[in-house]
């Protein structure tokens, strides 16, 4: 049987707009991925705990409250105690270069910036998922 | 990781590994068959209880409050979500955990969402091993959450010890039509969203159109109103859960319902394995005119198969 990339997508933190989320969850369901979407105010813990129990080879975060210098780097080190590094961790939101720079240093993925197009977070992990075996 | 080294985390109790195993079976791979193999004698079978019904009712949403008391009441809880992949694209969104927010207060729930896929043995075989592998992880209650359209509520019925038919107080009016489906699989049936006007017609809807269904020992099918959103009435649900539980324990039911699954299951794989392998035959008949019988009968002599003529006459 046809290995499925299966995606996790959640919107930590505490503001309410979910919808960017919703759109990135439908927009890799077209693309044949298996998506797990958890909607809203998903702490570290519960994300990472989820990205275990569902075993998905990505977790893409919604992060549009600014907090992103914090919830980018906790999931990482969660995911690293875990030993589940082999995570894509993703994302998207308003991010600015020199931070997104320093959150790549520290093992997370690409991230995606406002007026990205859904299908190119798709084409991403596409690639991604196949240069990884 | 490889494969001994899961085992062992697996038989450690840790969730990763029994998530890694769930995959390798839901992908159908060569070690998820193995383990399959060598785990099923010694696993012990756990209640499982299914929960279907029609589109957005408030299935997860109860399950959300179900799996509250189980995890009080019972050591390990697993959760099978089943959500159906797109026919067109393959992909499937997996929307039910998103109401299954309490399950972060309990260590002892374990979630999974599956997609359907277009597995071949359909909808059963995959949520039956899946059952297996939480079955040998020692959970002693699952819980599976799949939508009650066309036949994938069959599948729920064969698969799971007690089925709940979740339905809301707009369906009394479309429960004539579904009557050959959900209304004859359910064990207890539930108005959720009883918060909302015509919860009580919907009952008594529900319960004219049971009559019809002979139950065992004379007991009445329970139909409970229910709303999730505020928790409403969710001690009656989980009381008739238990009364159930309780009834197939002390009656023959349960075992009965066992054998037959396993007898089944036997036969789906024989039925699988057997189609896989004479598929190629099929394709090279020497004579592509010659009647399906005669094509069928000319499989089964180079299969070597020992069929009596008296079964072949009954067909
Ligand atoms: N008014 C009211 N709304 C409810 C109740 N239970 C669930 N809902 C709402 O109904 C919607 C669907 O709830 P879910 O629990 O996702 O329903 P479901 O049957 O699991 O849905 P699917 O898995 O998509 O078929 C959500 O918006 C819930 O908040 C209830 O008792 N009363
Ligand atoms: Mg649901």
Redo the contacts between chains.
Sequence with gaps: ????IRVLVAKPGLDGHDRGAKVI??S????????????LHQTP??IV??A????VDVIGLSVLSGAHMSIFPKVMELLKK?K?TDILLTGGGIIPAEDMEELQKLGVGRLFGPGTQSKDVAEYIIEWHKNRK | MNYPDLIDDFKQKKRGALARVITLVDNEEDEGIEFLKENYEKRKDSFRIGITGPPGVGKSSLVNHLLERFAKKYENVGVIAIDPSSPFTGGALLGDRLRMQKSYEFENVFIRSIASRGSLGGLSTSTENISQVMESFGMDVILIETVGVGQSELDIMEITDIVIVVLVPESGDSIQAMKAGLMEIGDIFVVNKSDRDGADRAVEFIKSSLSFKKNIKNNETPVIKTSASNEDNIDSLFLAIEDRMKFLNDSDELKMKREQRREREVKDILRDLFIKSIDKLIKNMENVNASPYEKAKKILEKTGFNFTEDLWKKR
Excluded: P
């Design positions: 049987m046809e290995k499925k969850a439908a890799l369901t077209d693309a044949g991925m298996e998506v797990i979407y958890t909607g813990e519960k705990r989820t275990i129990e569902e075993d875990e589940k």
